[in-house]
């Protein structure tokens, strides 16, 4: 059995869009600082690195399933040609209502990326940026990071806390060492 990293897409790998809005082209994905770095150091210490992402922009019709593939192969590609590669990308294309098991804080994308991969949760970590990433880990057994906005206060159920996905991964990585 593996160990996976799974993360979140808008606010650990790029930077997030204002509240109520989603990134619909490739333009509009500007990665953060350190996340190549990030994902390398993951992969380097035996991870695979697997991407989990509320998609609700796809049930608005703001863009197809084809356009978000299509902005998810260039996302791993930018990234591997940096030395940080990218598993698979499960997302949840789906509306808030009615619920669905696979969007977050559902645990429904990690299991099915675990059947897939064959993935030993709990000794994997589910790396966010909100409480419903934080959730969709515990829920699916896994140890969980968030990541925090520069102004928020380190509370919270997570098991680490960092203001960046590098400052994450060096955590996550001297517990596990």
């Known amino acids: ?9 808008d606010g650990v790998i790029n930077r997030k869009p204002k509240e109520g809005q989603y990134v619909t082209r490739w333009e509009e994905m500007q990665f953060l600082p350190g996340v190549a770095e990030g994902i390398a150091l993951l992969i380097g210490a035996g991870f695979c690195v697997i991407v989990v992402s509320n998609q609700r922009c ?3 019709g703001l863009l197809t399933v084809r356009e978000l593939d299509l902005i998810h192969e260039r996302m791993c590609q930018e ?5 940080a590669v990218i598993t698979e990308v499960y997302y949840c294309p789906h509306e ?17 990326a675990a059947r897939a991969h064959e993935i030993d949760l709990a000794a994997s970590w589910m790396i966010g940026d909100s409480d419903i990433d934080v959730e969709a880990g ?3 057994g896994c140890r969980t990071a968030r990541i925090l906005k520069s102004d928020q206060v380190a509370n919270g159920s997570a098991d680490v806390l960092a203001q960046s996905l590098l400052l994450a991964v060096h955590q996550i990585l001297l517990l596990e060492s």
């Open 79 to 83: 990234l591997a040609a940096a030395g």
């Open 58 to 60: 796809v049930a608005k």
């Open 96 to 112: 808030t209502q009615p619920p669905c098991s696979c969007r977050k804080p559902a645990p429904g994308m990690l299991l099915a």
């Open 138 to 140: 515990k829920n699916a």
């Open 1 to 9: 059995m593996k160990r996976a990293a799974f993360l979140d897409r």
